[in-house]
């Protein structure tokens, strides 16, 4: 491997010369956005004089880390080349400087895992993939003894982390944030452009190469009903009703993420999303914790079929070390995926959710997705399985698992200044 010389372009180093202690930068593809930030942590890390430097580069998974970034940061740093003094460890996709700072590569599939390290530079590759807590609720928490700067980088795909990112950065004063559009930065060859714009839908077309935040996000399920749950004012503030049990929906993983939903019956047939939580490595008795500091008063309880599996440590299953704890369990129907799909779509236009409380509940929703197989010009049969999956699966076991004792659904009157749940605001 040849030693990657880095010469930034006109954009790049407009860039260079505008960045912050945290920087938002939205590009189209092909603009150069990975090469920019591997070279800013390869640079801080070189001519840091803090003992112990430590930087992080981030993408949504694991795996991408390991195909995108990381035969480029061997490149940069001079791999192959005779005055490569950097050591390159494979199995933590780690880079060891001689003057003791290191750049290390990770997947946000598992926030969680992140915590516990200090950082003093962070870049987050094609935000747009990732919940938002991993950087509110892990990394920044991580750069503040030591002051560490961030690179949020990324290419729209709807309104999730990327675009809440991209607005708090354009009104806070102390940070920097850019948008480069192909049509401006004249990167691509025009013919190219042409070309792709003939064999791309519009949406796609303006989301990859002219940075739209609003083009729809391609395969997701239920986008189109988050967004009319948006546009009916249904995204909102929604009370809780001590007088109405609280109904709560699981998907209990093992090694990865558990996700809760907490949700109330009202009458004639409507939801009111009241909150949801979701953390990784803690056992049952933690969740049992949080059912009693959320303080509502319960009603069932439902679970995936796969809680009567016993345990190879204890002899005992979930479900029986949670009847332990007090928290008796209903079984979902173990129905095919798609099924329970289905029953989401019809479920969703009868919700009401609180945004704040359950954000990241909701951007999983919207962004819950078949990928696209490019060689065969068509969609997977079957979901992605990333950070969405967790609160997308606890959903779809409320929503088959679930039997409300009512007439039914009723017609909802859904106008942005109508909200029978609410507690006086409501979402612009």
């Known amino acids: 491997m040849k030693k990657g010389l880095y010469t930034p372009r006109k954009h790049q180093a407009e860039i260079e010369a505008g960045l912050a202690r945290f920087s938002v930068l939205v590009c189209h593809r092909r603009f150069g956005k990975t090469v920019l930030s591997v070279n800013r942590l390869i640079e801080a890390a070189r001519k840091t004089e803090r003992p112990d ?9 694991y795996k991408q880390a390991k195909t995108v970034v990381w035969d480029e940061l061997k490149r940069y740093c001079g791999l192959g080349s005779d005055d490569c003094e950097v050591k390159f460890h494979e199995t933590e996709l780690r880079a060891d400087f001689p003057n003791g700072a290191r750049i290390r590569l990770f997947g946000a599939e598992n926030p969680d895992s992140l915590r516990g390290m200090y950082l003093d530079a962070v870049v987050f590759d094609e935000v747009a993939q990732m919940p938002k807590r991993v950087w509110t609720e892990v990394i920044r928490p991580a750069l503040s003894d030591r002051k560490g700067w961030g ?30 559009r192909a049509s401006e930065t004249h990167i691509i060859d025009p013919d190219e452009l042409d070309a792709a714009a003939r064999e791309m839908s519009p949406e796609e077309y303006e989301q990859e190469f002219e940075c739209s935040f609003t083009a729809a996000i391609r395969g997701a ?20 009703d001590p007088s109405i049990p609280v109904h709560t929906s699981w998907d209990l993983g093992m090694s990865d993420s558990t996700a809760i939903w907490f949700v109330q019956a009202r009458p004639g047939g409507t939801y009111a999303v009241i909150d949801y939580y979701e953390a990784s490595g803690e056992g049952l008795d933690h969740y049992a914790c949080v059912l009693d500091e959320k303080g509502y008063k319960y009603g069932t309880h439902i679970a995936p079929h796969d809680i009567r599996v016993r345990e190879l440590g204890t002899g005992k299953s979930r479900l029986e070390i949670a009847r332990g704890l007090g928290i008796r369990f209903v079984i979902a129907p173990n129905i095919p995926v798609q099924d329970g799909i289905n029953a989401v779509r019809t479920t969703l236009p009868m919700c009401w959710f609180d945004v704040d409380k359950c954000e990241a509940g909701i ?50 009157k859904t106008t942005n200044d109508y909200n029978p749940f609410g507690r006086g605001r409501e979402r612009s």
Do not use: C
């Not at 430097?53 to 998974?61: E, N």
């Not at 990333?386 to 009512?406: E, I, K, L």
């Open 221 to 240: 399920y239920f986008g189109n009903l988050m967004g009319e749950a948006d546009k009916e004012g249904r995204l909102t503030s929604v009370a809780y």
């Open 363 to 412: 951007e999983a929703l919207r962004h819950y997705r078949r990928e696209f197989r490019e060689r065969m010009n068509d969609f997977s049969s079957q979901p992605v399985h990333d950070w969405t999956s967790h609160a997308v699966d606890a959903f779809r076991y409320f929503a088959v698992g679930f039997r409300q004792p009512d007439s039914g659904p009723r017609a909802l």
């Open 53 to 61: 430097w430590r930087g992080a580069y981030i993408a949504p998974l």
């Open 151 to 180: 690179m949020f980088i990324g290419t729209p795909r709807g309104k999730n982390a990327l675009y809440e990112l991209w607005e708090d950065a354009r009104r806070a004063p102390e940070w920097f944030a850019a948008m480069y």
